[in-house]
């Protein structure tokens, strides 16, 4: 069985405050990347930079929940 809905929301809200906003407004909400950078006034490459970082830390903290979960 895959994350919850709130181990989800828990890992987002866990992140750098700029990292949360770019993987909830692409991710979340579905906006495009050009949107995201005009809302948040990003270059391209900070944008993909912060969203990468953001994705990876989600991931990590997903997997360190399912590991406790498995071994519980």
Known sequence: MGPSREEVRSA????????AQVIRLRDVLGWTSEEVRNAL?????????LL????????AALEHEMEIEASS
Do not use: F, S, Y
């Open 12 to 19: 987002i809200d866990a992140l750098p405050p700029m990292q």
């Open 41 to 49: 006034d990003l270059t391209e490459t900070n944008q993909r930079v």
């Open 52 to 59: 990468h970082r953001a994705r990876a830390k989600v991931r």
